[in-house]
């Protein structure tokens, strides 16, 4: 990986998620430091929680990243109503184009051509339209939502090719070991509830064509709404963004915001 890229991704991603947790009321704000860290010289402070555990595994979350990047083309941070357990927010960084170089003299090439101040200006502009946009969406209530890292890969098999004694001298090796043994697979799906009623569902899959009831119009899959952000596009340094958020036609997906109404009237 070009050596500016993987110098000020790191301090890109801790600045992403941060910024998530802060304004989607993750956790309180209360226990984030909004004095001390000014990534990437925007004009106010960003917002870094003070718990050294959460802190812990979000720098080895992005180590990890860092690591098996060659195999990862989407990395998502998914806000979930804790009340019903969706994804009701999708926070979405896609390397899909991202450039890996496997030769060295490409790499090197690579490295003379892109400017350490490219990169970071790159960086800058994707945090500063991330940070306008989170500041104007509507607010979650306290004590909602939590949240999870969903990461898409290629040809990456966890845990696999490892031997069974590993010794001292082996750090490295143990470390990777580890990051690997933490990863959860999960099985591909539209990251959407079903809806749908089970009766229903197991007609359609017997193959039996049935008209839906005009009751039943409540259980239509819900739709996604999707938010472009500025990214990071100098080649080979490409990296798009956007948001995913859940909408129901019936409104539902508004049960872990607060209520527009009641705040306009206070």
């Known amino acids: 990986m070009n050596k500016w890229i993987k110098k000020w991704l790191q301090v890109y991603l801790k600045c992403f998620i941060?910024?998530?947790?802060?304004?989607?009321?993750?956790?309180?704000?209360?226990?984030?430091?909004?004095?001390?860290?000014?990534?990437?010289?925007?004009?106010?402070?960003?917002?870094?929680?003070?718990?050294?555990?959460?802190?812990?595994?979000?720098?080895?979350?992005?180590?990890?990243i860092i690591g098996k990047l060659n195999h990862i083309y989407r990395v998502g941070i998914c806000i979930m109503n804790i009340k019903n357990d969706y994804c009701i927010e999708k926070y979405v960084l896609d390397f899909?184009?991202?450039k890996h170089y496997t030769d060295k003299s490409e790499e090197e090439n690579s490295t003379s051509l892109?400017?350490?101040t490219d990169v970071f200006d790159e960086f800058r502009s994707s945090l500063n339209s991330l940070q306008s946009k989170l500041e104007k969406m509507d607010s979650i209530k306290d004590?909602?939502?939590?949240f999870e890292v969903v990461i898409?890969?290629?040809?990456?098999?966890?845990?696999?090719?490892?031997?069974?004694?590993?010794?001292?001298?082996?750090?490295?090796?143990?470390?990777?070991f580890e990051r690997d043994t933490n990863w959860t697979k999960m099985k591909e799906d539209d990251n959407l509830p079903n809806l749908r009623p089970k009766e229903l569902s197991m007609l359609e899959d017997d193959g039996i064509?049935?008209?839906?009831?005009?009751?039943?119009s409540q259980f239509q899959k819900p739709k996604i709404r999707i938010t472009s952000l500025i990214g990071c596009d100098i080649n080979p340094f490409i990296i798009h963004n956007y948001i995913e958020r859940l909408i129901f036609h019936d409104g539902s997906s508004e049960s872990a915001y607060v209520d527009q109404s009641i705040v306009s009237s206070l």
């Open 18 to 64: 941060n910024l998530i947790l802060y304004y989607r009321n993750v956790y309180p704000k209360t226990t984030f430091d909004l004095t001390t860290f000014q990534g990437f010289n925007l004009p106010q402070h960003l917002p870094i929680n003070r718990n050294d555990t959460l802190q812990n595994y979000i720098e080895e979350l992005i180590s990890d």
């Open 96 to 98: 899909g184009e991202f």
């Open 114 to 116: 892109l400017r350490e």
């Open 143 to 146: 004590e909602y939502v939590t």
């Open 152 to 176: 898409n890969t290629l040809e990456m098999n966890l845990g696999h090719g490892v031997v069974d004694t590993i010794t001292n001298e082996e750090v490295d090796q143990t470390l990777q």
């Open 209 to 216: 064509i049935v008209s839906q009831p005009e009751h039943l």
